[in-house]
């Protein structure tokens, strides 16, 4: 695809009904985007073992979904900022279309790990894309409530997805539920051509080598520093519970229809509290909202290989999804506030890095120390990786709370 030659311009700036809408439409695409890709991707361990994978090799398998896109992720949010978010959300949505309907085509561990890559690929297309969208919409508080709606609505596709793909996977296997989840997918291709860019687009006055160079300068920020560095160590032990989450119930005797249940308590929990943001960070500010996300995190962790009934499973999963569903917006959030609006895009690909990087080496690294030492173990260890980081975060407590003052 060639740049553009000239700069697109927003000629007309959307007024704030239309805004209104373009906001209600960019939230209806990620429902339906995560509710297709999470009706698959949290049971992809247990096709992969189905399929005969070892441990490791389910590890592999999980991994694929964000090797490509640790090493894209930057060069996306250069292109986000180029192209505009309209064109990479359409690209990533035919991606990953194409990528649900590989997987539904063999059953084979080489194909399922290809279509792994590409739907990897195209999330990242879409996601970056989403949250450049979201962030160049308001300031202040209007800017929380934004991406607490987004990330609502990320919540939901991941609250229905497991739902939808756990009872179907149950009454029909495995392939003929991707083949369902694809024909999801295609719907947000559709609504996708209806968006309007939210900022201009300065394709011919930037270059993409250029704004490669100023990757150690965003990294300089603390702000920036703060939000890349928590989204990526609960990414990192959120990896495990995507990975071995459900071979751990499986081994407990749960279907895969429970197991759909529990994985949506998360959601429902995320969710929730996601309602809340604006009111919890004018209450305890941004940063401890943040740690405080990381906490209630790190408790449904260690929780989790301590219990083995369905009640108290689901105590542990709900806080986890709080803890998601707090630090997840609130990085998000710190990247927009300490970023300059033309670079907006960029910083989310650099955030996306570290998140890519999380999920590219988690799965390897608790498929190695699940094997030596035990899926329960492994949980332990997570617990512990992220209650040490949220109190190295502490460093950084006074730069990021005067950055994001003016918007608490």
């Not at 009872?167 to 296997?173: E, K, T, Y």
């Not at 949506?264 to 740690?291: D, K, Q």
Request: hydrophobic content about 50%; aromatic content about 8%; glycine content about 10%.
């Amino acid at each position: 695809m060639d740049l553009p030659q000239e700069n697109l311009s927003l000629q007309n700036a959307p007024a704030p009904r239309e805004m209104g809408r373009q906001l209600l439409l960019i939230n209806l695409i990620t429902v339906l985007s995560f509710t297709a890709l999470t009706a698959v991707k949290p049971f992809i361990p247990l096709y992969a073992a189905s399929l005969g994978a070892s441990t490791l090799a389910v590890g592999l398998v999980v991994s694929s979904f964000a090797v490509l896109p640790f090493f894209l992720a930057i060069p996306t949010g250069i292109l986000t900022d180029l192209w505009g978010t309209k064109r990479l959300i359409l690209l990533g949505s035919i991606g990953g279309a194409a990528g649900l309907f590989l997987a539904s085509s063999v059953p084979n561990l080489v194909v399922l790990s290809i279509s792994q890559a590409i739907m990897g690929i195209s999330q990242l297309l879409v996601i970056v894309a989403i949250q450049t969208f979201i962030g160049s919409i308001g300031e202040g508080r209007d800017r929380d409530a934004h991406f607490g709606l987004f990330t609502t609505a990320s919540s939901a596709g991941q609250l229905f997805g497991p739902l939808i793909g756990g009872r179907l996977v149950d009454a029909l296997g495995y392939r003929p539920t991707i083949v369902i989840s694809a024909l999801i997918s295609v719907i947000p291709i559709l609504m996708a051509v209806n968006l309007r860019e939210t900022r201009e687009v300065h394709a011919a006055s930037r270059s993409f080598v250029g704004d490669l160079h100023q990757v150690p300068r965003l990294l300089a920020n603390d702000g920036v520093k703060t939000a890349i560095a928590s989204s990526f160590v609960v990414l990192f032990v959120e990896g495990l519970r995507d990975a071995f989450y459900p071979l751990y119930l499986d081994h407990l005797g749960f279907s895969v229809t429970i197991i759909g249940v529990l994985l949506s308590v998360r959601s429902l929990m995320a969710i929730t509290i996601r309602l809340f943001i604006p009111m919890i960070c004018e209450r305890f500010g941004h940063y401890f909202s943040l740690l405080g996300g990381m906490a209630l995190m790190a408790a449904g962790v260690l929780l989790t290989p301590l219990l083995s009934s369905f009640w108290p499973l689901a105590l542990a999963s709900g806080l986890m999804g709080a803890g998601m569903g707090l630090t997840q917006p609130l990085s998000m959030i710190a990247v927009a506030a300490n970023t300059d609006p033309h670079e907006l895009g960029f910083a989310m690909g650099i955030r996306m890095t570290g998140n890519r990087l999380a999920q590219f080496v988690n799965p390897v690294f608790f498929g190695i120390t699940s094997q030596l030492v035990g899926i329960d173990n492994s949980f332990l260890l997570a617990g512990v990786l992220l209650l040490s980081t949220t109190g190295l975060l502490l460093r950084w407590r006074g730069t990021f709370q005067e950055k994001q003052a003016p918007s608490s």
